[in-house]
């Protein structure tokens, strides 16, 4: 489940990465199925962990980078999403649909933020942020 997670949150905040930064607004947050906040983003582009440490920051050309400041990877403007080499690890289309590399449906990041995994269990849910941002921040950072 975990894996899951992570692979389609991930991929889902990759997405959000390749239209910007979110826009400043109320509490940018991630939260579990509990409720409990997994993350955070601030109005830079900084994504912190529940615990308030910075565990990178998406950038608004879409480059995404760990706490030290290295390139991890890319959410490119038609949701292509690529790790720090370049490769392709998937794309999270304008629907919210997440896919892996190989084209197969891993999840969804749905309008009102709710988070599912392939078989349409609920992950999580995204507050504030648009959805692109939400799979990025799962992708690259759980």
Request: glycine share 14%; net charge positive.
């Amino acid at each position: 489940m975990r894996k899951a997670l992570k692979s389609i949150l991930g991929l889902a905040l990759a997405a959000l990465i390749s239209f910007g930064v979110a826009p400043a607004i109320d509490a940018q947050e991630l939260r579990s199925p509990s409720g409990s906040i997994m993350a955070r983003i601030d109005n830079d582009g900084v994504v912190r962990d529940s615990s308030g440490n910075r565990k990178g920051r998406i950038e608004s050309d879409g480059v995404v980078r760990n706490a030290s400041g290295n390139r991890i990877g890319k959410i490119e403007s038609d949701g292509v999403v690529r790790d720090g080499s370049g490769s392709r690890i998937g794309k999270v289309e304008s629907d919210g649909v997440v896919r892996n590399a190989s084209g197969s449906r891993i999840g969804k990041v749905e309008s009102d933020g709710t988070v599912r995994d392939s078989s349409g269990s609920r992950l999580g849910t995204a507050r504030n942020i648009r959805r692109e941002y939400a799979a990025a921040v799962f992708f690259f950072y759980f």
